[in-house]
């Protein structure tokens, strides 16, 4: 789950940490008194806002207004700006970096730190970015903090509340089964506050039974990938023109990348998962059928998934939506036959492999 | 020989009663697995295709010698169900749930690796040694006795290259599913030392997915080995994923995609598959 930055800004305040004064506005006239001097930022799930204009200073409530009349209702990337987030203008001496996350490779929550934080983050040489692995059942202690506070050789006073921050964002990072925690730029400011400049946020989706509270906040999603989302299918739309349809993240995958080796581009697709249950199959044919895709490839490869079952779902889900588009089918799993025999009769083509059915399906695009 | 499931492997099944359980207990039954005990809280002294169900871990192994556990409990009773198996002294724990949320996973590792207890998954088809034993959902059909050994952090997709194999007369040591998820208890470079230590074992195909960086590391201990090994890298032509903010790009530092797992293989001298039938052939070449 992502987090829009007044979002995470709200949830880094219930942990304690610091973050600057802000409004959330829908309209200019939410705007009456904003913090002065600030910045307007439109609030999308994507990065890049500045580059598209979505992010401009104000001096006067007049200028904020404005601002935030110039950014509502613009575009970046694929979404349309709904909400704007007036932020106090920092202040700012040096910007450092700090985040915690998980190294697979480890098993154990990581925590990063930079004294050249900021835009160039990703530029900043290893050696330049103190990384300390955390014990998840011993938790975050003390010797960490004065480690860190150490390798990045800051002034006592600045130090104390950044390792403060440290312990913070680690609570908050295992109390809200976050997958990342990060500030960049942790603003040093003039006054020697230090101040989460932004906040980065995105919480376990596997997680979500434990946060109920998350469960509608927007995301990343196009409308039709939502639809699937509250049905419990897994769809992605991409910018080909072949929908496909088959069980598991990896054999998807691989489907994708034997129709893209066979000349072909994948416009959709849907993982079915471990379900013969016909009426999911039919719901899975309704969202790829929204997609509008030239050519539908199935691909299931099911070791106790009954195949007749799934081919009944097909047919049953074209005739429902008297679709047109061919459909080419490989079916593996118990009943194969009577799968291959169901598919024919309604007008299917069935094939035994992959990579003939990629073939066959970017044949078939080529004569609608 | 095989790794992991041996014959004497004695299988207890956490979640028996549930349909999935009940399902697949009767699978692994019929494998010719050593299925002793299962669990069900409350449902104690009633048996699931013969096999004695018990309210807790501790019970069954006192009552059945159970020496490993495959968990089929819902996600939020995961976490519980693992520290309960370790600590009834199983020695093998393969999670098969999937959608676990990964702290509960963060908790779990650790502590298996304190206590000595190794595990498969979560999330993953689980493990079948070839006729010997399966302790998972994999179909049982698909296996044939013979000299390879099988890694792979998907489920279906294994499937899929398993059973190319097989149909080329390519047989199998274990198929090990280590998962899919960020927080696995196996690595991939475990996995592969594993069957480094098996004699039976004379090559092993890795299957392996865009994210993370198992595959290179995978990759560059493939390369201190003397068995070979093969490998299919499923994603090339995947839209690239959610960006973990600058964090997940540091900690990766270029890796994870499919380039660079391909070229990591490349450079080790490991071939790597363009599409999954092409495993067979890339074995055939390599074993004349």
Known sequence: MKFYEYKAHEIFRKYGIPVPRGVLAAKPEDLAEPPLPCVVKAQVLIGGRGKAGGIKTAKTAEEARAAAQAILGMSIGPYTVRQVYAQELLDIAQELYLSVTIDRSARAPLLMASALGGMDIESVPPEKIVRIHIAPLIGLQPYVLRNLAKRLALPQEVATQVSDIAKKMYALFRGEDAELVEINPLAVLRDGRVVAGDAKLIVDDSAEYRHPEYADLPQDRTPLEEEAHDKGITFIQLDGDIGVIANGAGLTMATLDVLNLKGGRGGAFLDLGGTDDPEKVKQAFEILLKARPSVIFLNIFGGITKADTVALGVEQALRAFGSNVPVVARIKGVNEERARAILANAGMRSVETVEHGAELAVQLRGEH | ?288
């Open chain 2, 1 to 288: 020989m095989a790794v992991l499931l041996t014959r004497e492997t004695r299988l207890m099944v956490q979640g028996i009663t549930g349909h999935q359980g009940q399902f697949h207990t009767k699978a692994m039954l019929d494998y010719g697995t050593k299925v002793v005990a299962g669990t069900s809280p409350g449902k104690a002294g009633s048996e699931v295709h013969g096999v004695p169900v018990f309210d807790s871990c501790e019970e069954a192994v006192d009552g059945t010698r159970a020496n490993a556990s495959v968990i089929f409990v819902p996600a939020p009773f995961a976490k519980d169900a693992a520290i309960e198996a370790i600590e009834a002294g199983v020695k093998l724990l393969v999670i098969i749930t999937e959608r676990i949320p990964f702290h509960d996973a963060l908790d779990v590792m650790p502590y298996a690796r304190a206590k000595g207890v190794t595990v498969i998954g979560p999330n993953c088809p689980g493990v079948c040694s070839a006729g010997i034993a399966k302790a998972g959902i994999m179909p049982n059909q698909l296996f044939t006795p013979g000299p390879y050994g099988v890694i792979s952090r998907s489920g279906t997709l294994t499937y899929e290259i398993v059973n190319e194999m097989t149909n080329a007369g390519l047989g199998q040591t274990t198929c090990v599913g280590i998962g899919g998820d960020p927080i696995i208890g196996t690595s991939m470079v475990e996995a592969l030392e594993m069957f480094e230590g098996d004699p039976q074992t004379k090559g092993v195909v890795l299957v392996g997915e865009i994210g993370g960086t198992a595959e290179e590391e995978a990759a560059a201990h493939a390369k201190t080995m003397d068995t070979p090994v093969w490998s299919y890298v499923a994603g090339r032509t995947a839209p690239p994923g959610k960006r973990m903010g600058h964090a997940g790009a540091i900690i990766s530092s270029g890796m994870g995609t499919a380039e660079s797992k391909v070229k990591a293989f490349a450079d080790a001298g490991v071939s790597v598959a363009r599409y999954p039938r092409e495993i067979p052939e890339l074995i055939r070449k390599t074993h004349q």
